[in-house]
Every structure is written in C-alpha cells, then in structure tokens.
C-alpha cells in the first residue's frame, strides 16, 4: 500500500515536472520573438560557452579519435580493410560519435554552469530584484542562455569532430604512413550530405536541450545552497538523458527519410 | 463594500485585507490587514518566520496570496495581467534582506540595470549616467562605481541595493530587514539613510523589520504580526508600553 502510494506520487511528480517544462519551453519560444532583443547578453553567453567549453571539446575530440582508430585498426587489419579506417572513422564521427559525445561533455559544463548559475541567483534573490525593478529575467536571463546553447553547440561540435579527425589521422600517420592528403581526401570521398545534414541539425536541439534544462533547473532552484548543487547535479543527468532521447529520434526520423 | 471604500481613501497608498497564505498546513498569514498612508514609515514588526517577508512578497506580485485584498496605489494587484503589474512595480522600491545585487556586474551596471527596461521614462545613456551618479552621491558610496559586488562590504552592499531602488524614483519603498546582519554603528548608518531618503524623495516606506532599535527610530506607526495577524497598531511608545501579554513579551525579548 506504502509502496504503491510512494510510486503514484513520484508518477505525479514526474508529470508535473513535464507539465513545468514545456510550459517553460513554451515561454522561451514566445518571448525569443518579443522586443527587446538583448544582443550584447547574447553575445556575452554564446562567448561564455564557445570559450569556456572549447579547450574540453578539443582535447575529448582528440583523445576519442586517438583512441577509436586505436581500437579498430587490429580488427580491420586481420579482414585486410585497413584502407577502409579513413571512410569508416569519419563516418562514425561525423555522423554519431562526435555530436554525441560533444553534446555530453557540454551538458556537463555548459549544462551544470547554467544551472547553478541561475540556481545562486535565484536564492540570493536576484531574479526576484530583477523582477520587482519592471525587468524582465526570463528574457535577459534564460532567452539568452538558451539561444546561446543552442547556436554554439553546433560549432563545438565541428571543432570536435576536426580534432577527433585529426588525431585519428595522426594514428594512422605513425601506424599506416598515410599522408595527411590522402587521409582527408578518403574521409571527404565517403561523406554525403545525407551524413552531414542530420547529424548538424541534431546538434541544434541537443544544444536547445542543454540550455532549457539547464535555466529550468537553476530558475525554479529553491531550498538554498543544497538546492544550488542540486539543480546543477540534475540539470546534468536530466540533459544526458535527454540527449540519448533526441540522438534516438534523429536517428529514426533520418532513417525514414533514407527509406523514402 | 467594505473594499470600495479602502480603495478610495486618498492617503492610503497600500492596503492589504484581510490575506491568507499557507504553505501545506502552515499558515503563515491567516487575515492580516494594514494600511500604509502618504509618506508614512510603517514598521512591520515580528519574530523570525511570522510571515513577513511572505507578506510583502505577497504585496509585489512575487507569491500569490491564498486569498485576500491588496491595492497598491489604487490597483486591485490581484486582477492585474502581468503587463499592468511590471509598470506598477516601476512606482514600488523593493530593498532586499540579502541586498539582491547582481553579481556578474559592476556597481554602475547593477544601477543602470532596472533602467534600460524603461528608457522612456530615463531617456538615453548620458541621463542614465547622470542619474547613477546622482543616486550614488545620495548614498555616499561615489566612488564605489566600478567594483563588482563582491568587493562591498555588507554595509555598502545595503547602501548600493537603495540606491539602485531610489533611482526608479519609486513612490513606496518596501525595506525587507534592511538592518539585519549588519553591526550596530553601519545599522545605524542605514537607518538614517532611510530617514533622509524619505524626507529628499517624500516616499512612503513599509519596513520589515525585528530591530526594536531601528523601529524606534523610524517608525510613524507601527504594525505588530503575531500568529498570522495584525495581533496589534500603533505608534512605537503607545505598543512598547502596552500592557497585553504578547505585545509586552514581544518587546522584552527582542530588546
């Protein structure tokens, strides 16, 4: 009986959770078109994230082409495709790997930022100041954030899959003697646009995920502190989540297309 | 009726009937009322946790009251959509507890901040200026402009959150504890920040507050919160000299 009660309210819970979030989704896409549009924050964010997120998307890039072209060079080698590596690692990077993996490390640190960002400003008061002043903090604070994660991520992502690329190129340099020609024209020959596209636009919204978890997380903080590390630690979990869910639907929306 | 007539008492610039506010089975205000008149300081006294941060957050529009009346300036605020309230906040003060200064800007940013969302009202950039400048000497903390805020200390802080309320030119001023945490001489030097504020811009002021010291000073009348309700009213000598059980126990414990 206890049991069964503890399990309809986490249900209710969960529900109500949905319910908070699409109306806070809702809300960004209305305001994102109303006046005033506050250029200079945005701005301000998209360097925030490009530039703190950079230096950890480039060495996770590298260090997983490094190691992906580690890992499949024996098993291409003993079926004699290792001529295959180029076409093969720049299609599971492009395609799967590279967005993916670059979309998690930044729920970690653009996702967590965002969230105990917002969280401190919401227990220190300062959204309530915001908001008795006739401001309007959705549209300074979160608007901004949100479009900011989604247009950066994109390009985290390209930056990401070009080290990831060259650091396996240098593999198959050392191992293979490939020149760094041959190597990127191979890649180049076996993407299509059918590769690139989707794999770009998933990028939007797993940045567009990133940023409204986040600024939800952090703009309903409550109980003080351990609230702040809260809404960053679930901001976090709940945007990896999230991620997989959107990865999934991209994969079978762009599979749908491919049958037709 | 009994509404209608509140609402056309031309002194009375907020009024708050009868309001109700719970969390769970915690009832925090079980039908307070007050009136606050036209350049009145009133002082809302009561212990820690009696409710009234509650309550004036309930006044701004920052927590719905369960139920109730609350007119400021004549507004019936609970009928109000979100657009009508925003411009009504620009005529309400709010001074935070915790000074609520934003932490990412400077000190000439946190003052502009509330005004480019109405530059009607402050015209352009060099207006602006001029108005953080003339809210910053008002507050005596000039040179203080460019340091972020936490490079102020706590007395400094209190000052900066005033005068970023002043430069609204607000017409009421809500102090949320605006001496707690700080040591007796800078308390001191707040309150009479308070004082002079007051007289410069003839605002009225509703003051939240536990400090029988500061009340003592500023208080034109005083409003006792007790159980959820306004318990008692009156000038500060006419309750600190009140023979009932509660008010007199309240007095002497908080001296």
Known sequence: MVK???????????????????????????????????????????????????????ITGFIIGLVLTLQ???????????SWMPSMVGISI?????????????????GSGIGAELGSMRVTEQIDAMEVSGANPFKYLVVTRVLAATLMLPI???????????????????????????????????LEFSDIFP??????F?????????????????????????????????????????????VLVTDIFYDL | MME????????????????????????????????????????????????????????????EADSGFI???????????????????????????????????TVRENLKFPMRWHTKKFGGEENQEKLVMEALENVGLEKAIELMPSELSGGMKRRIALARTLIMQPKIIIYDEPTSGLDPITAKEIVILMQKVQKQYNTSSLIITHDVDCARVIADRMVLLIDGVDYAVGTFAELSSSKDPKVKAFFKEEV
């Open chain 1, 199 to 204: 794999a770009t636009i998933k990028t939007f």
């Open chain 1, 72 to 82: 499949t060079r024996p098993t291409l080698m003993e079926f004699g495709a290792v």
């Open chain 2, 71 to 105: 007119s400021v300036m004549h507004n019936d605020i609970t009928k109000l959509d979100h657009e009508s309230l925003d411009i009504l906040r620009r005529e309400i003060g709010f001074l935070f507890q915790g000074s609520a200064l934003y932490d990412s800007m």
């Open chain 2, 4 to 63: 209608q007539n509140h609402i056309e008492e031309p002194n009375v610039v907020l009024e708050v009937r009868d309001l109700h506010k719970s969390f769970g089975d915690n009832y925090v205000l079980n039908g307070f009322n007050m009136q606050l008149y036209q350049g009145e300081n009133l002082v809302i006294m009561g212990k820690s946790g009696s409710g009234k941060s509650v309550m004036i957050k309930c006044l701004v529009g920052l927590m």
């Open chain 1, 156 to 190: 985290l992502v390209i930056v990401g899959d070009a080290v990831a690329l060259f650091g396996s190129y240098l593999v198959e340099n050392v191992k293979g003697n490939v020149s760094f020609m041959l190597y990127f024209n191979q890649v180049f020959d076996a």
């Open chain 1, 94 to 110: 492009v395609r799967e790997i590279g967005p993916i993996i670059t979309a998690l490390v930044c729920a970690g640190r653009i």
């Open chain 1, 4 to 58: 069964s009660s503890n399990i309809s309210l986490h249900v209710k819970d969960f529900l109500m959770e949905v319910g908070d979030m699409t109306y806070f989704t809702s809300r960004f896409f209305k305001e994102l078109f109303n006046k005033p549009f506050e250029f200079k924050e945005l701005l301000r964010q998209c360097y925030n994230i490009g530039n703190r997120s950079s230096l950890l998307v480039v």
């Open chain 1, 206 to 250: 797993f940045g567009l995920a990133i940023g409204l978890v986040g600024c939800y997380k952090g703009y309903f903080c409550n109980k003080g502190t351990e609230g702040v590390g809260m809404a960053a630690n679930s901001a976090v979990v709940v945007t990896s989540l999230m991620l997989f869910i959107i990865d999934f639907v991209a």
